[in-house]
């Protein structure tokens, strides 16, 4: 009973300590609209430039918002890139959906930035209880309240994607989380019918909200029918995720007389990712001036409007395979590029953004974790790190093969921040016992 009350309080200090951080930081970041006709007091604000105001909380996702907006009007899912150009599948549903209710509901698009950003906030603040309630299952010699730390050390690293920007990083950051939290569950206990249909209902947000989460989750339910040998709950769990994404599916192949999955744009960023970039990487300076949401409008990018979305996609797709046939060499070299990137060199993306070596360190530690956290105790110790390896491999490889920048690590980020907790538990260990002993003796 005392063991549990002490755990208890620690836990409220945690939620007092973290929403203390998180609502401060973005208070504080988001005073700056109110100095935006004043210059020299942008100096005060990240990334601390007299005149520069890098607080993107009005963006909500480029596209996301115009589709939004076009939903919202009575157009349907249409219009990405500002213009009237017609039906679209280029990005994901379910979040163009959330925000067009939204904008139903409060009609100001200052009023939806406000109402992302609280839930932003009340997604970061979710993330770290999820993490020290994992901690406290997974550590054996850190106090489970170091993964705060860690935490707030990443959120301070990817300052801008956590605080001035409001992309679709944040209702991914949930979805991963609860994945991550569901896929421990589904190995470690039995599935009933009822969290079979709620396991469902999850993989079909997911695949909504993006093809990537979804491939995620087919790969750790996959998993735990292999392991769990529960077959008939996860064949229900398929067919309901099967069933929610069906209806999209089918909206695309009518509109567009073929198969989409759930986006159009694979081939768009296959190759601009890999022909119009110096290294493989996307940087802020290059998206601006090449990416349809911005030049489109503008007049560029001719054969969208002329065109149309579908034919658009066949010609970037007829583009990539003759460069990569012509140039292999450079798509190779690219994909080495963002395996580095993604796992131990920090990717610099901002115009304004200069090297750090703190944020290199911390992008760096996570996969150093990783490292340690495979060789010295194995994938299959716990049911958590098993479930964390698995989301990080399958989440990432494929940005290293299409396109990667920093934002597409941030769904990531309680995973990340768990590989650092788990590395440093374990060389702590390794520490006490004796390196030796510890390596003769595996947990």
Not at 189 to 197: C, H, I, K, Y
Not at 240 to 259: E, K, S
Not at 284 to 304: K, S
Request: hydrophobic share 50%; charged share 15%; net charge positive.
């Amino acid at each position: 009973m005392l063991l549990n009350h002490r755990k208890s309080n620690e836990e409220m200090r945690v939620f007092v300590v973290l929403s203390a951080i998180i609502l401060g930081l973005s208070f504080y970041v988001n005073l700056s609209f109110f100095f935006r006709n004043n210059p020299k007091a942008l100096v005060f604000f990240p990334p601390f430039i007299e005149g520069v105001n890098l607080n993107h909380n009005t963006h909500l996702g480029g596209e996301y918002f115009f589709i939004a907006q076009a939903i919202a009007s009575g157009k349907g899912f249409s219009n990405p890139f500002q213009t009237d150009s017609g039906p679209t599948a280029w990005m994901p549903p379910l979040y163009c959906y959330l925000l067009a209710l939204l904008i139903l509901i409060f009609g100001s698009k200052i009023m939806v930035a406000a109402t992302v950003v609280l839930l932003k906030n009340i997604v970061l603040l979710g993330v770290g209880l999820m993490l020290y309630r994992v901690a406290t299952k997974t550590t054996r010699r850190i106090p489970p309240w170091s993964v705060i730390i860690i935490y707030v050390l990443m959120l301070l690293a990817y300052f801008r994607w956590f605080f001035q920007m409001t992309h679709d990083e944040w209702i991914l950051l949930l979805i991963i989380s609860t994945l991550f939290i569901g896929a421990a569950m589904l190995i470690d206990t039995p599935l009933s019918t009822r969290r079979a249909l709620l396991w469902g209902c999850l993989g079909g947000i997911a695949t909504l909200a993006s093809p990537i989460a979804g491939c995620v989750w087919c790969i750790v339910t996959l998993f735990g029918a292999i392991t769990t040998r529960q077959a008939r709950h996860i064949l229900i769990s398929i067919l309901l995720c099967g069933a929610l994404c069906f209806p999209w599916m089918l909206r695309n192949y009518l509109v567009f007389n073929r198969i989409i999955f759930i986006k159009s744009n694979f081939y768009f960023d296959l190759y601009t990712s890999n022909y119009e970039t110096e290294d493989g990487l996307h940087k802020e300076v290059i998206v601006l001036r090449q990416h349809p949401v911005w030049t489109v409008p503008q007049g560029r990018l001719p054969e969208y409007a002329r065109y149309g979305e579908a034919t658009f996609i066949d010609l970037y797709k007829q583009k990539f395979y003759t460069a990569v046939s012509e140039n292999p060499a450079r798509y190779l070299s690219n994909v080495k590029n963002r395996v580095i990137a993604a796992l131990l060199r920090y990717p610099v993306y901002g115009k304004y953004e200069k090297p750090s070596l703190f944020k290199s360190i911390v992008h760096a530690l996570p996969f150093f974790g990783f490292i340690i956290l495979v060789v010295r105790r194995g994938v299959f110790t716990s049911s958590w790190q098993c479930t964390a390896v698995l989301i990080y491999s399958a989440y990432l490889l494929p940005y290293m093969i299409v396109g990667y920048y920093i934002r597409y690590s941030i769904p990531l980020t309680g995973i990340l921040c768990l590989f650092v907790l788990w590395g440093a538990d374990i060389a702590y260990e390794c520490w006490v016992q004796g390196f030796p002993r510890a390596i003769k003796k595996p947990a």
